[in-house]
């Protein structure tokens, strides 16, 4: 190693920084907190890469059905022959970490990343600026310099992404975002006046259970402040029917022993029991609250559909899989990638088998943290659904975990890493994601299109990569920067959904009205689905009856793939209620490619069993049939699935009946928000074929466990 430079050399090669002081950036507050200026970081370079042209008919070629050269996935070293940098341009980068004092310098199997750590005092000297803690309202902080720096420029001519010193990533997965960020801008509530006495909805949905429908509310004073005064009474009403049968209208008297105060409000809460609605009637409710002889009432501006819960064996039955599907001598193992110290409870995961029935005959493998007295409800449901869909299968916890206060995880560094391993998991589902607009202005620019760049290595390695699509509709509707704030005159993608490379995946419910015929009036031939249609699937939507919406939509980039253009232009040509043009691009790559049941699904949290929503439960549940499908091929001696979507829109093509068709839900609303708005003026409209809130449809197994034994001859 060269001896590390004097300062006054460093200070020399320092590219100038922005003038301007970062005090915050996104929800980062720079702090006053103190640190050690020996405290290591890790800085890590993306390399630029050549020949991107060739990498990508490559994959093209392994991936696509029909391509004599399917499942010939390539190697590391094929990968780094094509892509790499000459190996002159690797070692001025190398040489440069060593002169300026980095330890631990790796080099990727693939050439076109290098990490290394620095003490922070060594960072301040090569970017000539302080650097400083910046704190996030989740208690999360890291160290960055105050100004937004360059890339030396030295290396600049080799490096095309600096990660750890301008990213200023957004915490949390989705829906604990949401959670964390509702109960902080309750404080701001508090400040605001709403209608005198009318009682202010915070939460109605079906929670499965003996509890049909779940009411939260607030109620309010004569001022329109929010209640602390616990002496009131109010009148819960609602009515269930179909346009086509008869109402059925109750009440209820409800009264303060149902509400506790809590930060000075009082919050509400009323369980509707499944005898007093019966499951799959859609529900309206009324909410008053009585002083003297007047009522104050607010209405649900959304219908209500209760639902029953979901165990294994339902969807096991509903998707076609045998029942107790359990596999012997897996030749591969599946994952379930966490981020954000997200930790599953071993304990937990047992007891889901045990209640669930599910042989408990599988290894879970952990890499990285796990932290198994903290679990958290999205780690313990990706794994439990994962394993409880295709049992038996060794399975990954892949825990993304930062290094130190210093630094942060995100979904690229899990992308380099499994990139990098020898024998990666061959199936991968992913719970976590942001709206696509946001990428580049928190973790950096060009962080978009270079983790496209990973999944299409991943994919020309024979890696399949699942991705939940969003729980806030077609415009990624909710609070910043994890989501945005306006859908008004422009609908906004999700990422990594709108990657070409991975599998993006929507969500269902399951209920007999599941045909446009059920919402019919009488008169117009309508009739009542309880009585006369099976259980089919809907599209998780506001509009629907669920409290929140499966995502779904259009990329503004990259553009549309071929491999779902037929698909995707039908639905173009055909659709009678498409956004105005403005809204969305429609050249764009469309998502999600399929879907799965998100509602209602029992996981067991903390030793209780609880009913879970989201496209984070819909990923690991199709990834668990994808496992089963890739374990099929594997054992006749074939290729792994590998990238899936050339393959699942072939097979839509050749055999149609591989998926089941959901053809009602809507998704341009997100989810229910107190003060809103809950709804873009545009989204998409589930239809015959494929379309942007269910894609293909749902899993057929039995049509796709003989469909993938029809494509090709590569061996594994």
């Known amino acids: 190693?060269?001896?590390?430079?004097?300062?006054?050399f460093l200070l020399c090669i320092v590219i100038a920084h922005s003038a301007e002081v970062r005090e915050k950036v996104g929800q980062w507050e720079r702090s006053d907190d103190s640190f050690y200026s020996d405290a290591k970081h890790t800085l890590r370079l993306s390399l630029k890469q050549r020949n991107l042209d060739v990498l990508e008919r490559k994959v093209w070629s392994v991936s696509d059905p029909l391509s004599s050269d399917y499942g010939n996935y390539l190697t590391h070293e094929q990968i780094a022959s094509i892509i790499g940098l000459p190996?002159?341009?690797?070692?001025?980068?190398?040489?440069?970490?060593?002169?300026?004092?980095?330890?631990?310098?790796?080099?990727?199997?693939?050439?076109?990343?290098?990490?290394?750590?620095?003490?922070v005092k060594q960072l301040q000297e090569i970017f000539g600026t302080e650097f400083s803690y910046y704190s996030h309202p989740v208690g999360k902080k890291i160290l960055r310099p105050i100004h937004e720096v360059s890339i030396p420029e030295k290396i600049a001519p080799f490096v095309e992404l600096m990660h750890g010193v301008n990213d200023f990533p957004p915490m949390m997965q989705r829906k604990l975002a949401l959670e964390k960020a509702e109960k902080a801008r309750m404080q701001e509530k508090l400040k605001k006046t709403y209608k005198p006495y009318e009682p202010v909805f915070s939460f109605v949905g079906s929670r499965g259970d003996s509890k049909a429908i779940t009411v939260k509310w607030i109620p309010t004073d004569a001022d329109g402040k929010f209640e602390t005064d616990p002496h009131f009474t109010a009148v819960m009403e609602y009515s269930f029917n179909f346009e086509s049968g008869t109402a059925s209208t109750a009440q209820f008297i409800l009264t303060s022993d149902l509400c506790e105060l809590t930060d000075n409000y009082l919050s509400c809460t009323y369980d509707i029991k499944d005898e007093a609605i019966p499951f799959h009637f859609i529900t309206d409710l009324t909410l008053?609250?009585?002083?003297?002889?007047?009522?104050?009432?607010?209405?649900?501006?959304?219908?209500?559909?209760?639902?029953?819960?979901?165990?294994?064996?339902?969807?096991?039955?509903?998707?076609?899989?045998?029942?107790?599907?359990?596999?012997?001598?897996?030749?591969?193992?599946?994952?379930?990638?966490?981020?954000?110290?997200?930790?599953?409870?071993?304990?937990?995961?047992?007891?889901?088998?045990?209640?669930?029935?599910?042989?408990?005959?599988?290894?879970?493998?952990?890499?990285?943290?796990?932290?198994?007295?903290?679990?958290?409800?999205?780690?313990?449901?990706?794994?439990?659904?994962?394993?409880?869909?295709?049992?038996?299968?060794?399975?990954?916890?892949?825990?993304?975990?930062?290094?130190?206060?210093?630094?942060?995880?995100?979904?690229?560094?899990?992308?380099?890493?499994?990139?990098?391993q020898t024998n990666p998991p061959l199936v991968n589902s992913i719970s976590y994601g942001m709206t696509?607009?946001?990428?580049?202005?928190?973790?950096?620019?060009?962080?978009?299109?270079?983790?496209?760049?990973?999944?299409?290595?991943?994919?020309?390695?024979?890696?399949?990569?699942?991705?939940?699509?969003?729980?806030?509709?077609?415009?990624?509707?909710?609070?910043?920067?994890?989501?945005?704030?306006?859908?008004?005159?422009?609908?906004?993608?999700?990422?990594?959904?709108?990657?070409?490379?991975?599998?993006?995946?929507?969500?269902?419910?399951?209920?007999?009205?599941?045909?446009?015929?059920?919402?019919?009036?009488?008169?117009?031939?309508?009739?009542?689905?309880?009585?006369?249609?099976?259980?089919?699937?809907?599209?998780?939507?506001?509009?629907?009856?669920?409290?929140?919406?499966?995502?779904?939509?259009?990329?503004?980039?990259?553009?549309?793939?071929?491999?779902?253009?037929?698909?995707v232009t039908y639905f173009l040509n055909t659709s009678k209620n498409l956004p105005p043009s403005s809204y969305f691009n429609s050249a764009g790559r469309?998502?999600?490619?399929?879907?799965?049941?998100?509602?209602?699904?029992?996981?067991?949290?903390?030793?209780?069993?609880?009913?879970?929503?989201?496209?984070?439960?819909?990923?690991?549940?199709?990834?668990?049939?994808?496992?089963?499908?890739?374990?099929?091929?594997?054992?006749?001696?074939?290729?792994?699935?590998?990238?899936?979507?050339?393959?699942?829109?072939?097979?839509?093509?050749?055999?149609?009946?591989?998926?089941y068709d959901v053809v009602v839900g809507e998704n341009k609303c997100s989810q229910y928000s107190m003060d809103g708005p809950s709804c873009c003026p545009y989204g998409y409209s589930a239809s015959p074929g494929w379309d942007p809130v269910t894609g293909l449809g749902t899993p057929n197994f039995k049509v796709l466990s003989e469909a993938v034994l029809k494509y090709a001859t590569q061996k594994h």
């Open 87 to 119: 190996q002159p341009a690797i070692n001025t980068v190398i040489a440069w970490l060593e002169q300026n004092g980095a330890e631990n310098i790796d080099l990727n199997r693939h050439k076109d990343m290098i990490q290394a750590s620095f003490t």
């Open 436 to 567: 696509a607009i946001n990428v580049d202005k928190y973790l950096g620019k060009g962080y978009l299109v270079r983790s496209d760049i990973q999944f299409m290595k991943l994919a020309a390695m024979g890696i399949t990569v699942i991705i939940a699509d969003g729980d806030n509709g077609a415009g990624d509707l909710g609070d910043p920067p994890m989501l945005r704030d306006t859908c008004k005159t422009k609908l906004n993608p999700d990422w990594p959904s709108q990657s070409p490379y991975v599998t993006a995946v929507g969500s269902t419910y399951i209920t007999p009205l599941a045909e446009p015929i059920c919402y019919l009036k009488p008169s117009e031939g309508g009739i009542d689905c309880t009585k006369f249609m099976p259980e089919g699937e809907v599209g998780v939507s506001l509009d629907n009856g669920m409290f929140w919406s499966t995502g779904g939509g259009f990329a503004d980039y990259p553009a549309r793939p071929n491999y779902q253009t037929p698909h």
């Open 288 to 420: 008053s609250t009585i002083v003297g002889e007047k009522r104050y009432s607010s209405v649900y501006p959304f219908p209500i559909a209760p639902t029953s819960p979901i165990v294994p064996q339902k969807l096991w039955d509903f998707y076609g899989v045998p029942r107790n599907p359990t596999i012997n001598n897996a030749l591969f193992t599946q994952c379930v990638v966490e981020f954000e110290q997200q930790y599953y409870s071993p304990t937990d995961l047992q007891q889901f088998f045990s209640e669930m029935g599910i042989p408990a005959n599988a290894t879970v493998t952990t890499i990285g943290d796990n932290d198994a007295s903290n679990p958290g409800g999205e780690a313990n449901l990706d794994i439990q659904w994962m394993m409880a869909m295709a049992p038996g299968i060794p399975t990954v916890f892949w825990s993304i975990a930062s290094n130190s206060t210093l630094e942060i995880d995100d979904i690229l560094q899990w992308a380099y890493a499994i990139g990098n």
């Open 1 to 8: 190693m060269l001896p590390v430079l004097p300062s006054v």
């Open 590 to 659: 469309a998502y999600p490619d399929v879907s799965a049941v998100g509602h209602n699904l029992i996981t067991v949290i903390a030793g209780k069993n609880v009913p879970v929503d989201g496209t984070s439960a819909s990923a690991p549940i199709f990834g668990g049939i994808v496992s089963l499908l890739t374990d099929i091929r594997l054992k006749a001696g074939k290729a792994p699935l590998g990238f899936l979507n050339p393959l699942l829109y072939q097979i839509a093509r050749d055999t149609p009946d591989a998926f």
